[in-house]
């Protein structure tokens, strides 16, 4: 708050005016006391709103309703004087902070249980201010005000009384005046249409998803005022980083048709608040609490006898009434006013904060654990300096996987030869590895979620090196069944923690985009890769040195887990599904060895149908139960959300085709074009660099400013178009056959695995992101299984199927992935003066 100065007067009404708190759209707020000492806030009308009739009329009849409202979530109304010379309002005064600079200069996103309370009590606001028969018009974060006992609302009912000046010409000429704030207005709002209650309860949804995300609903406006409510009338909004839990409320409110949104009665029913804990952690509470104290003992110092100061002040946070409506920071009076549009700007995500996403182990109540507060600016602490050479090291452990299941692959005739095994006691020996990891994939990311996403990749990574160093030293098939079948189970570990650590670590969506770039080009590009180094690994050295060569690459992986991994398990109070992990790893697990088993024992047999048809129940009783359940191990909007399932689906599909391209171009290269294996391998390296290019350089780039639809069904087509290209392949021909065909394919899986895996890991919280990973990479692991067994041994035959299932893929993807993408509006839709 700032020292009153000459032109300010000394008493307003009953009340002794001591400070000055900021200034808001209406006019002057002054900190003021009563004759019995109660401090309140109060507002003083702008002269030039004080000249017209009708706003007098509009005010006193606002100022009457608000009475009506009451205090319990809101300021109350406690005194007013529509008829004086210059119209004032007192409020209740409420010492605490404006949820913006909490989120955005304090503390970072709010946590899952806080924004559960902030949403309920928001909600009953909203609810008693309807019920007074107003509309708020102008719910944002600098008008919730965060204390010790919840959050409150202000600022309710008054802007309507200056809803009809703003229509006339000539006052919105002079003020430039924009009703509401652009980044917490309503589709309605922003076209201009008349206001029901919903409006307020839209509002309601982009103030969740800045708590809980620290973002604003439709991202940067650094395309303009006229873009970016083309998106807010136009375009779904991106709920990355919202809490599971919230998801599907939040995206209630958020419905582009008013009628279809939930009343503020419905939200309170749904976010009822656990009565027996603290709405925040007890250290933030502390701060808040010692901050009340400073400001309700405030005493005006001894007037300076200095010349008035002229140059710009900006207030503190202390009372949310004391920022402009458009959101900016309070200025003095005697500069001109910031322009109307400055809508409150967001809060990059940082993992090393006191909380957000993942926030870290909270503070219980009482704790003496300091909260970190902001960066030497002031402004909010930078993002974690290691985070980008964190993410080769969960490159590198990703590719490890991958090179584990290719090293075998490629080892295999050798392996045969030097153990003496028959050929079908290799069969199990393959089998064993992909049915234990498919069918952990799902524990690895509920175990995620319950122990920490760096952990479980720590320990994934210890038993693959473990796991590893018993393949290479085995001799017998027993033995190197039992270590196969170690490597598959924690590489299903290692997986979905990995996954989880890019989905959480990057959310700044230009970082996002470079981050999943990097991931993509491992996952659909890095079994060809594997095969090619494992391929060259075996014509140079030992098979069973070959299978030691994991051993480095997961020593090498640690260290870096150790030394440069940041990750914090975010609050949880999840429990072990054992339902869950009996009905998702059961019906994987049989899903999996009924696929493999399948071309040898006919698909017609009583065993194949049994696996076959248990393991669908199995999926759909899994399914049912992460829905129906209140603490699933895979939050229920990945099955509920039309653009993740899509996205799962997309991916499964894409999965199989890619993995049938590697298998059938394997035998193309070897069997026709006469290449050994190890040069096989590395003629398919073209191909890996055209995914990487598509991943790292096209879609990573294009993720934050193109629809994800789009950039999927581009990637998806070119993959199909690569693969057709393909079927024709009668003879040996390398260069002007196959490599073309190999790039373009190679180019559109590279484009279309960036937003997939985006999107499908997107719209939670990071509580579930573990849990969200394990479904991806299940996805994955399936269409993997699917692409094995439907290999038909003819290539042409297999890349029709492959180009057939990507086709669906397209299909899916364009018909469930919805469009998000900031778009530029064709022609203005709100003109502003100034």
């Known amino acids: 708050m700032d020292q009153l100065i000459a032109e300010d007067p000394h008493s ?23 004759e019995g000492g109660r401090t309140v806030a109060v507002k003083v009308v702008q002269a030039e709103y004080a000249g017209h009739p009708e706003f007098r009329r509009r005010f006193a009849r606002e100022v009457a309703a608000a009475r009506r409202v009451g205090g319990s979530c809101t300021a109350a109304v406690l005194d007013a004087d529509p008829g004086a010379a210059v119209p004032w309002v007192a409020t209740q005064y409420i010492p605490g902070p404006d949820l913006h600079a909490v989120v955005a200069r304090q503390f970072g996103p709010l946590p899952e249980y806080s924004v559960h309370t902030l949403a309920n009590r928001l909600a009953l606001a909203l609810r008693a201010v309807h019920e007074a028969g107003l509309i708020h018009r102008d719910l944002k974060p600098s008008n919730v005000l965060v204390t010790v006992d919840g959050p409150r609302v202000i600022d309710f009912g008054i802007a309507r009384a200056m809803d009809s000046l703003a229509e ?8 430039g005046m924009l009703i509401g704030s652009p980044g917490f207005m309503s589709p309605e709002q922003v076209r201009g249409l008349e206001l029901t209650p919903a409006s307020d309860v839209f509002c309601l949804g982009a103030v969740l998803v800045y708590a809980a995300t620290g973002r604003l609903l439709f991202g940067a406006t650094d395309t303009g005022l006229n873009a970016h409510l083309f998106r807010v009338a136009e375009d779904e909004a991106d709920l990355t980083g919202v809490p599971d839990a919230l998801l599907d409320l939040v995206r209630d409110c958020l419905h582009k048709d008013p009628a279809r949104r939930p009343t503020p009665a419905e939200v309170a029913r749904r976010t009822t608040p656990d009565q027996a804990e603290e709405w925040l952690p007890g250290a933030v509470l502390a701060q808040l609490g010692r901050h009340a104290a400073r400001l309700l ?9 200095a010349p008035l100061q002229t140059t710009p002040q900006t207030t503190p946070q202390a009372h949310a009434g004391e920022r402009d409506r458009d959101g900016a920071p309070a200025r003095d009076r005697s500069v001109p006013l910031p322009p109307a549009y400055a809508p409150t700007a967001p809060a990059p995500f940082d993992p090393s904060r006191g909380f957000g996403p993942p926030p870290g182990p909270l503070p219980a109540a009482g704790s003496a654990t300091p909260v970190p507060g902001p960066g030497p600016d002031g402004g909010p602490q930078p993002p974690h300096p290691r985070r980008w050479w964190g993410l080769a090291v969960i490159a590198l452990a990703q590719l490890l996987v991958l090179m584990q299941a290719a090293n075998f692959t490629m080892a295999i005739p050798a392996v045969q030869a030097d153990l003496h095994l028959s050929y079908g006691s290799l069969g199990p ?67 979905p923690a990995a996954l989880a650590l890019v989905a959480d670590g990057f959310t700044d969506p230009r970082e996002r985009g470079r981050a999943f770039g990097v991931y993509a080009a491992i996952a659909g590009g890095g079994t060809a890769f594997a095969l090619a180094v494992s391929g060259w690994l075996l014509g140079t050295l030992a098979w069973r040195v070959s299978l030691y060569a994991v051993v480095p690459l997961a020593v090498i992986a640690l260290i870096g887990a150790f030394t440069l991994l940041d990750d914090r398990p975010a609050r949880t109070r999840g429990r072990f599904d054992p339902l869950g992990v009996l009905l998702g790893s059961g019906g994987v697990a049989a899903l999996t060895y009924g696929l493999s088993s399948a071309p040898s024992r006919g698909w017609a047999t009583p065993l194949t149908l049994i696996l076959l048809g248990g393991s669908v129940l199995l999926l759909v009783g899994f399914v049912t139960w992460q829905i129906a359940s209140a603490d699933p191990m895979v939050a229920s909007s990945v099955f509920r959300d039309p653009s993740r399932l899509g996205s799962l689906l997309s991916l499964s599909l894409a999965a199989a085709a890619t993995f049938t391209l590697y298998l059938a171009l394997s035998t193309y290269l070897q069997a026709v074009c006469g290449f050994p294996p190890q040069t096989a391998g590395l003629a398919m390296l073209p191909m890996v660099g055209a995914t990487v290019i598509g991943s790292t350089q096209v879609s990573a780039r294009l993720l934050r400013r193109t629809a994800p639809r789009v950039l999927t069904v581009v990637g998806l087509v070119l993959t199909a178009v690569g693969l057709l290209l393909l079927t024709g392949l009668e003879d040996g021909s390398y260069a002007s056959g196959a490599l073309p065909g190999m790039v373009l394919a190679g180019l559109g899986i590279g484009i279309a695995f960036v937003p997939v895996l985006a999107t499908a890991t997107g719209g939670g919280g990071p509580e579930r992101s573990g849990g969200a990973a394990g479904a991806v990479t299940t996805a994955q692991e399936v269409g993997t299984a699917f692409g094995a067994a439907l290999l038909v041994g003819h290539t042409a035959v297999t890349l029709w199927w492959a180009a057939g299932a990507v086709i669906v893929a397209v299909l899916i993807a364009a018909l469930t992935i919805r469009t998000g993408a900031p778009r530029r509006p064709a022609a203005p839709l709100l003109a502003t003066d100034g």
């Open 297 to 305: 003992d405030y005493a005006p110092p001894a007037p300076a006898q």
């Open 429 to 495: 020996m393959v089998d064993a590895y992909y049915i234990a990891f498919g069918a952990v994939l799902l524990i690895g990311g509920h175990l995620a979620d319950l122990v920490g996403r760096k952990q479980t990749l720590v320990i994934g990574l210890f038993g693959c090196a473990a796991a590893a160093a018993l393949a290479g030293s085995a001799g017998d098939s027993g033995t190197l069944t039992a270590a196969r079948v170690l490597q598959g189970a924690f590489g299903a570990l290692l997986t």
């Open 12 to 34: 307003i009404g009953p009340y002794r005016l001591i400070a000055r708190l900021g200034e808001g759209g209406m006019g002057l707020v002054y900190l003021g006391r009563s």
């Open 168 to 175: 006339e010409h000539s006052l919105h000429t002079r003020t």
